[in-house]
């Protein structure tokens, strides 16, 4: 008996850590998030000494663009990484993002104490947003049980990256907090379990990326009708964390997150399922933020938050010994006049400085000369007389595998026409790793290795990306983004109109040689 209540308690403990995991409040600090709120002493353990006294300080929360999602410097590398790297890329891109959350537990210790959540969550970057969510408008509005044995909650709450709006039933109340930890309500408890926190992370997938991961790719799966790359990764050194985590081939981004527990006294895990995703990736997005505002409902009162008092604007003065320091405005002293001052020099008027202009995107495209799969360099100049179709990715780009086999269409398209397809790697460590994996495809067309100088040079910021080339190397069309099936497709309708447009006739057949013209035979001479 001793011991089931042992075991009990256990699954009541590692349930109730996963059933708050995704909220704000405690999840592990990101390194590219602001600190947290530090918390109160008397209700939390006592400070260990080997954190800094003053590492959870508050420090002053500023409205901030959208974070760029960056990829982390010391990334992981190993097969299944890739799956990882599309997912963040996915989530860079959009602007909007709306789901069916379901979350539950599996597992008999797990499932009587852990919450079990049905809602529909949307997403959507905003200037308005705080740091809080990274520049992401967040709502989860949905119903579910705390336990099994507890009444079914109904709940709708917003996130703004400031501060936390969410209706509380039970008190006829919208309630506004500023910090996860001051909504005390069972509701808002619940509702976090609907969040994916990845989606709106400054880095997603940054432990997921890791070095000191390890990853095991399982057979695809359908969800939600949708085919998925399965992979479970591991962490830590004993490497008893898991996550299974099912991504689908279409988009990137999570259908399924299942937190698998494996122990002596228990097995289960906690599953967050994720159907009718929809990504919108325009700017700006049909989704808008008038569509986030929790309604007052009838007889429900408002509990807000009361307005913060307004900074008075500060000023600089000089002290004794010349060293300038900011007062506010009502603070600084008054300096009396003399009664017959003398009158100021006028100061000789200079112009503002005008910011140096930003750099323009190239026109034309730079030379270069790179090893190729084949075996061989290929210039810029050995290929004259082609309009070039370029695809900047690696091996570790999830995209480009679907792309490739379009991009080898294409080439077989234009096989007698004067065009030439070419891929170039950026980010491989490995030069020799990245054409071993791209010659296990039989494309028509070569990869060309360490062209990072050359992505740069061309203005590619984003990976995949896609580049039309002209006949005096002008740049015809760039693509900074791959979609299946409509994006290659796109990039030979632009090769037709140049032509077009060109010639005002259809495309031209190739004229031999492909690669390099042939010199011209020298002048005999004369006798």
Request: charged share 25%; proline share 10%.
């Amino acid at each position: 008996m001793r011991f089931v209540r042992l075991a009990m308690v256990v699954g009541m403990m590692a349930a109730a850590a996963y059933g708050l995991q995704d909220s704000p409040a405690l999840q592990p600090a990101d390194p590219a998030s602001p600190p947290a709120e530090k918390p109160d002493p008397a209700k939390e353990p006592a400070h260990d000494p080997a954190v800094p006294a003053d590492a959870g300080a508050p420090k002053e929360i500023k409205a901030a663009a959208p974070p760029v999602v960056e990829k982390p410097s010391t990334q992981n590398e190993k097969p299944g990484s890739e799956l990882f790297v599309a997912a963040s890329e996915a989530i860079k891109r959009a602007q909007a993002i709306t789901y069916h959350a379901k979350a539950y537990a599996v597992g008999a210790m797990f499932e009587p104490n852990t919450a079990k959540i049905e809602a529909d969550v949307k997403m959507l970057r905003s200037p308005t947003a705080g740091t809080q969510t990274n520049g992401w408008l967040i709502r989860s509005t949905g119903s579910g049980t705390p336990k099994a044995t507890a009444d079914t909650i109904n709940f709708d709450v917003m996130w703004t990256g400031n501060n936390i709006q969410f209706i509380s039933h039970a008190d006829k109340k919208v309630i506004e907090k500023r910090q996860p930890r001051e909504a005390k309500n069972q509701a808002f408890q619940v509702a976090t379990s609907s969040r994916n926190d990845e989606l709106s992370s400054a880095r997603p997938f940054a432990k997921e990326l890791g070095t000191n991961a390890d990853y095991e790719l399982l057979d695809k799966q359908t969800v939600d009708g949708v085919e998925c790359d399965v992979i479970v990764v591991t962490f830590g050194e004993k490497k008893v964390a898991k996550t299974r985590w099912s991504f689908a081939t279409t988009d990137h981004l999570p259908r399924k997150v299942e937190r698998l527990i494996e122990g002596t006294m228990a097995n289960g895990s906690m599953i967050l399922e994720l159907t009718k995703v929809h990504v919108d990736e325009a700017r700006p997005p049909a989704l808008t933020a008038d569509s986030f505002k929790i309604q007052v409902p009838d007889g429900y009162a408002s509990e807000e938050l009361p307005k913060l008092p307004a900074t008075p604007p500060a000023t600089h003065i000089a002290t004794p010994s010349g060293e300038k320091i900011e007062v506010p405005a009502d603070k600084v002293p008054e300096v009396k006049q003399p009664v017959n001052p003398e009158p100021p020099a006028p100061e000789a008027k200079t112009e503002p400085e005008a910011p140096p202009p930003a750099p323009a995107a190239p026109t034309t495209v730079s030379a270069f000369d790179l090893r190729s799969s084949n075996g061989d360099h290929i210039t810029l100049e050995s290929l004259r007389g082609n309009v070039l179709v370029v695809e900047f990715g690696g091996s570790w780009c999830l995209p480009c595998r679907d792309s490739r086999t379009e991009l080898d269409s294409l080439a077989q398209k234009f096989r007698d026409k004067p065009v030439k397809v070419l891929a170039m790697s950026v980010r491989d460590k490995s030069p020799d790793a990245a054409i071993d994996r791209f010659k296990q495809k039989s494309y028509s067309f070569p990869l060309l290795v360490e062209a990072d100088m050359v992505a740069k040079s061309w203005g590619v910021k984003t990976f995949p990306t896609y580049v039309v080339v002209g006949l005096n190397e002008e740049i015809v069309k760039i693509d900074g983004a791959y979609a299946k099936g409509t994006t290659v497709q796109a990039i030979g309708d632009a090769v037709e109109s140049y032509f077009a447009a060109k010639s005002g006739t259809p495309l031209p057949p190739k004229s031999e040689p492909a690669l390099a013209p042939t010199p011209a035979p020298a002048p005999a001479k004369k006798e």
